[in-house]
C-alpha cells in the first residue's frame, strides 16, 4: 500500500511539475486597417539556455523577410494614427523597459523588442525557428507579437527599421 502512494505521489508531482514549465503558444492573426482578421498560424516560444526561442508554424505571408518585434501593449486592434486607422497601432510601440529608444536588433544594446526576422519561403510559409538571446518568455506575458510586411535594419535609418506597415499579431496573454 505505502509503495503505490508514493508511486501515485511522484507521478502527481511530475505531471504538476510539467504543467508548470508549460510553454506558451501565440495564435498569429492578420491585421488591417479595418481590424484582426484570420489565424495565420502559431508562434511556440520557450526558454533556453541560450535565451528565447521562438518556433513560427506560420502560411498566408509574402514570400522574403519579415521584421518581427514584440511590442508594448497586449492588443492586436486596429487605433488612429495621425487620424487615420493603422493596423495593430493599438500594440503600441517596440518593447523597451529601459528606455533605451534605439532601434539595434536582437543581438544589440537597444530595445528588447527587437527579434530577429522571420523568413517566409516562396509558398509564404514560416517554420524557421529563431532566437532572441536577451529575452525569456515571463517578459512576454502582457504584450503583443507583430509582423511587419518588409524585412528589419535593425537601426533606426529608416524608422525603425523600415519594416513597414504590421501584417500580423498575436497578444501573449497573462
Known amino acids: 500500500m505505502m509503495r503505490s502512494g508514493k508511486l501515485i505521489g511522484?507521478?502527481?508531482a511530475l505531471l504538476l511539475a510539467g504543467l508548470a514549465q508549460a510553454q506558451p503558444i501565440i495564435e498569429?492573426?492578420?491585421?488591417?486597417a479595418e481590424g484582426v482578421g484570420d489565424s495565420i498560424g502559431t508562434i511556440k516560444v520557450e526558454d533556453s539556455e541560450y535565451?528565447?526561442?521562438l518556433t513560427p508554424e506560420l502560411s498566408g505571408l509574402e514570400p522574403g523577410m519579415h521584421g518581427f518585434h514584440v511590442h508594448q501593449n497586449p492588443s492586436c486592434d486596429p487605433a488612429d494614427k495621425e487620424g487615420e486607422s493603422v493596423a495593430a497601432a493599438a500594440a503600441g510601440g517596440h518593447?523597451?523597459?529601459e528606455n533605451t529608444g534605439t532601434h539595434a536588433g536582437p543581438y544589440g544594446d537597444g530595445?528588447?523588442?527587437d527579434l530577429p526576422v522571420l523568413m517566409a519561403g516562396k509558398e509564404g510559409n514560416v517554420i524557421t525557428p529563431v532566437l532572441a538571446p536577451r529575452l525569456r518568455v515571463s517578459e512576454l506575458k502582457g504584450h503583443a507579437l507583430v509582423i511587419h510586411e518588409g524585412g528589419d535594419t535593425y537601426?533606426?535609418?529608416p524608422e525603425l527599421g523600415g519594416g513597414g506597415p504590421r501584417v500580423a499579431c498575436g497578444v501573449v496573454e497573462e
Open 10 to 12: 511522484g507521478m502527481g
Open 28 to 32: 498569429m492573426h492578420e491585421v488591417s
Open 51 to 53: 535565451g528565447l526561442l
Open 95 to 97: 518593447f523597451d523597459p
Open 111 to 113: 530595445h528588447l523588442g
Open 155 to 157: 537601426s533606426d535609418q
